[in-house]
């Protein structure tokens, strides 16, 4: 599966690296990247939930509560994608 670093991810989704990180803090419950001695990665199931709460953060005439809401459901769409992703890889 395609990792990226916080500084890939923050260029695929044209913001910057504070922004990746206050997404993330803002919203752990959803995005939790992988840290190790020097670096943080996020997957590819991490950009997408990045990719879609920066648009819909930015495009949205929602009240917070629609957004989180919206959020809430494409996050557990993406989970559960990512776990039928890794059973379909199990059985390769």
């Not at 670096?39 to 920066?54: G, L, R």
């Amino acid at each position: 599966m395609k990792r990226y670093t916080q500084t890939e991810l923050a260029r695929i989704c044209n913001v910057s690296e504070g922004t990746i990180r206050k997404r993330r803090d803002d919203f752990n419950k959803y995005i939790s990247p992988t840290r190790t001695e020097t670096n943080v990665y996020y997957t590819q199931y991490d950009f997408y939930k990045v990719a879609f709460i920066q648009w819909l953060l930015n495009s949205s005439t929602l009240s917070d509560s629609q957004v989180s809401d919206e959020i809430e459901q494409f996050c557990s769409d993406i989970e559960t994608l990512e776990l039928l992703s890794k059973i379909i890889n199990k059985r390769k």
